[in-house]
């Protein structure tokens, strides 16, 4: 029959949903996650594992994932299990003097932000990593750049919860959100009702869905994203590598005005190297495509060159919880008591999963947050703020 109450339910079991879960534990709550299909079955379980400093917007966003990753190095210990957590660095590849003169700007604005970033000429960005091709003319690097294995993560965040009281449900949709007197008390699932005094709205992509159930417009829509894995192959890259691009295509149109596709690289543990990936507005089809695969394969062989012959054994698609200001919408929410939001984190959750988890759970248990979640609030956007 299952549990007919919680203390706190959070909807969802991807890296944000198993990470809240997680922190609560640790402060002493036994959360009940609801899942519609199998952990990580959304975006967690279709996406990079970039850890990345160097992608996020200067100001608040890069703030929150400077925090984020510093507790990465904790986590690991914290966790007990394998997360594939490395710390390599990372390197902004750039292309063209067009985009070298937009990065020197954006280098400015993450330094001021906090971040330590250095800019190098092509020589040395070919001496730190031997396998670029001269089509790389400079660099930016930043040591904190890291990577993990987002699958493992969600995994080793939802077992380390289980183990301390959290309980899961599986293949149960939420299709309903019980409110009364602008309060949430539960929710209905096809044939039941759990009671709740806090419900998370962890929902991924998919927190729109969640939120009409209980009658808020929330702006999160999939961006989708398409990867392709190479065979596995000998030690080859040093570094975690986006191109300058991939920042322009992300948030800043106007940083590269060559054109083209942004890229990202990383090699897992197991040796294949995962190259992603392309930002797309086509609804919930996940698909992959031959375009879009064929767009990213053809922006990496000149680039590295060593690549060029390595098969490439497998492509997903996964999608994006995008958000107007590329910012989540973490928090309470104005008007409905009980129901948090922890949703929108668009191509950063893995990297800011750790911070979300702990702000959520704290805010839950003590009302207070370590760092300040006013602007995360989904009321920016009925402010105009966005
Ligand atoms: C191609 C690609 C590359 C990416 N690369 C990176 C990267 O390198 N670094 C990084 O930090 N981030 C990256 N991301 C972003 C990252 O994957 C997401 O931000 C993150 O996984 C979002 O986690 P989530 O828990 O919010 O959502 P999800 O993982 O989608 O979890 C939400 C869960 O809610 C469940 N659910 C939804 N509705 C209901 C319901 N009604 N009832 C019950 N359950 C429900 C879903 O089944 C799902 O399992 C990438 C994403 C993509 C697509």
Known sequence: MGPQTADVLIVGAGVIGASI???????????LLVEKSDPAAGSSGACDGLVFLQSKKPGLHLKLALESRKRFDSLVDQLGSRI??????GLCLIESESELAAMQLFVAEQRTSGLDVELIDGDEARRREPCLSRKVIAATFSALDSQVNPYALTFAFLRAAESAGARILTGVEVKGIEVASSKAT???????RIGASVVVNAAGALAAEVGRLAGLEIPVTPRRGQILVTAAVPP?????????????????????????????LEQADSGNILIGSTREFVGFDRRTTFDGIRTIASRIAPVIPALKNVPVIRTFGGLRPYTPDGLPILGKVAGLEGFIMAAGHEGDGIALS????ELIADLIVTGRTQFPLDAFRLERFLEGAA
């Open 354 to 357: 750790a911070i979300t988890g």
């Open 84 to 89: 594939e957590f490395k710390n390599p660095g």
């Open 21 to 31: 879960a997680f922190h609560l534990t640790r402060l002493g709550i036994k959360p």
């Open 186 to 192: 539960g929710i209905f699932t096809e044939n039941r």
């Open 236 to 264: 080859l890259l040093r570094h975690c590598l986006i191109s300058a691009q991939y920042v322009a295509a992300k948030f800043k149109p106007e940083l590269a005005a060559t054109g083209g596709m942004g890229f990202s």
